[in-house]
């Protein structure tokens, strides 16, 4: 993970925001008095959350922005999320991407013990800090407001050190030959360095992206340990990962 100072700070900031879902609004005042740090340090705290699009700037403190993330409703991303769920284990470190899959697996952690939950994903973020008590850390970065996550030289340089029992990652396309892909060149990049970061590397991908290609290459197949995907998907590229020595789990 991070070290020092700026570990520290990723999980005031996480703790603020789980702060905001709860409450709707903080004073500078009062966290300052709860986590024994100055008054401008609080103030950058807040000016980092607004920047990411997770609060509001109000005098003398801020205001949560928005309604609660919407967790996928249709049966297979709550299935697929259940399913991923699953395999997480209690005190493991996870990293969660962003998406609709990973926000429905983020959802579904609410059950397991003890977690660090590390993300680039803003839905995640606000997910996991509204519904669980597990220890969250957001990355920095710059906000791709179409994908919902945050991306840039910040999120490398904080995922460089990062050290996950898995990583969950929400891809476009799979196929035993042509490999990983997704459709976002920023996401495929960051794919590719979460890869070498993890013990395990688990690929969520909706049933009619098994298969498929997308337009950014991130690696072979043989780099994702598990697929979570739907039994919807088709069978002949799900046996041709199998013996490319992935793991097929069907939700």
Do not use: C
């Not at 396309?173 to 590397?201: F, K, M, Y």
Request: glycine residues 10%; hydrophobic residues 45%; without cysteine.
């Amino acid at each position: 993970m991070e070290s020092g100072e700026g570990k520290q700070t990723a999980r005031r900031r996480a703790a603020i925001l789980r702060l905001l879902n709860e409450r709707g609004a903080v004073r500078v005042a009062d966290l300052e008095a709860l986590f024994g740090v100055s008054a401008p340090t609080i103030r950058r705290d807040l000016a980092w959350l607004t920047q990411q699009g997770l609060a509001r700037r109000v005098r003398g403190g801020a205001v949560a922005v928005g309604a609660e993330p919407s967790v996928p409703s249709d049966p297979i991303a709550a299935r697929i999320g259940r399913a991923a769920a699953q395999m997480v284990r209690e005190g493991e470190t996870i990293f969660l991407g962003p998406g609709r899959l990973t926000l429905a697996l983020a959802r579904a952690l609410e059950g397991i013990g003890r977690l660090t939950v590390v993300t680039n994903g803003l839905a995640v973020a606000q997910t996991v800090a509204q519904h669980t008590s597990h220890t969250l850390i957001l990355t920095g970065g710059q906000l791709n407001r179409e994908e919902g996550g945050l991306e840039g030289h910040l999120v490398r340089a904080a995922l460089e050190s990062l050290r996950a029992d898995q990583v969950f990652l929400e891809l476009s396309g799979i196929d035993a030959l042509e490999g990983l892909t997704d459709d976002s060149l920023s996401q495929a990049e960051l794919a590719r360095l979460l890869l070498g970061l993890a013990a395990q590397r688990v690929v969520l991908v909706d049933p009619e992206r098994v298969g498929r290609v997308a337009a950014a290459y991130i690696g072979p197949a043989s780099e994702a340990d598990v697929i979570v995907t739907a039994r919807e998907a088709d069978s002949a590229p799900l046996w041709d990962l199998a013996e490319v020595g992935v793991k097929v789990v069907l939700a």
